[in-house]
């Protein structure tokens, strides 16, 4: 996650590992690499691939391809990730940016195959957000991954593009967060009372972690309000129109967001 941010990193588990055809635990897998609410599912990148967290210590494997899912995203019913190919794979390492219609069942190559490993991935409408391990630069491509441009360093630990808008997005940099209407050429810091773990945007609505707090903005980060508290500090969250989940002390807490 630092200094390029892995979705959920925080949440990595380095547990026993067994085959991870049979990974179907939270003890079976090596490593969690990202959390991930997409539609009423929350899914779970790791290195022994995709999986669907179903209770705790209970995941469903997805798909056949068990590739070292780094970055993962969702843009409506499509699926983004970055990783490492598996063992058996005839994929080029690093697999650069890949694509999947069907919920991780199968993937497909977009772009960079070979060349990029995205430990994150940030995506809305025609907008990519990556951060390139391999360079430590902080990549942007405005039309879904077909062409891309480096445009800095990746010093983020987080990002959350902001609907309805061409290069705007907020940013967490140590624990702060920071708004951009143009991609970073310049941005500046939007003002919060604690340290922020974590940011996402959904529809119209943006959500910020901060301690073991969740709050909730609907106009553009002028104003904020608590939206779900937990007993402990909050590593990180995804959240979904359907579903929000929150990873408080190790554990992957759901809540309902739409009807």
């Known amino acids: 996650m630092r200094p390029v941010k892995i979705m959920a990193t925080v949440f990595a588990l380095a547990l026993t590992q067994i085959s991870p055809l049979s990974a179907a635990t939270f003890d079976s897998v090596s490593h969690i690499h990202g959390i991930k609410a997409f539609n009423n599912t929350i899914l779970m990148g790791t ?10 210590n209970s995941m469903k494997p997805i798909g056949k391809d068990r590739f070292d899912i780094m970055g993962l995203d969702s843009n409506g019913a499509t699926l983004f990730a970055s ?23 199968t993937w497909k190559s977009l772009s960079l195959l070979g060349e990029v490993d995205f430990h994150f991935l940030e ?34 630990t987080d990002i959350a593009i902001l609907p309805g808008t061409q290069g705007g997005a907020l940013a ?4 702060k967060l920071f708004k951009t209407s143009n991609s970073f050429a ?9 340290e922020i773990a974590a940011v996402e945007s959904v529809g119209k609505d943006l959500y910020i972690a901060s301690k073991n707090q969740i709050f909730r903005s609907t106009d553009q980060a002028k104003s904020w309000e608590i939206f779900k508290s937990y007993k402990a500090d909050i590593s990180d969250f ?22």
């Open 186 to 194: 310049n941005s500046t810091a939007v003002s919060f009372k604690s």
């Open 123 to 156: 995506v809305s409408g025609s907008q990519i957000y990556g951060g390139n391990a391999t360079d430590g630069s902080l990549m942007y491509s405005k039309n879904l991954g077909k062409s891309w441009k480096r445009i800095g360093e990746m010093k983020y």
């Open 47 to 56: 290195h022994e691939g995709l999986f669907e967290f179903v209770a705790q």
């Open 238 to 259: 995804s959240v979904s129109s359907k579903i929000l989940a929150a990873i408080v002390a190790g554990e992957v807490l759901t809540i309902k967001v739409g009807a």
């Open 172 to 175: 967490i940099e140590k624990g």
């Open 83 to 105: 990783g490492h190919p598996s063992a058996n794979s005839k994929l080029p390492n690093p697999v650069g940016l890949l694509r999947s219609v069907d919920g991780g069942k």
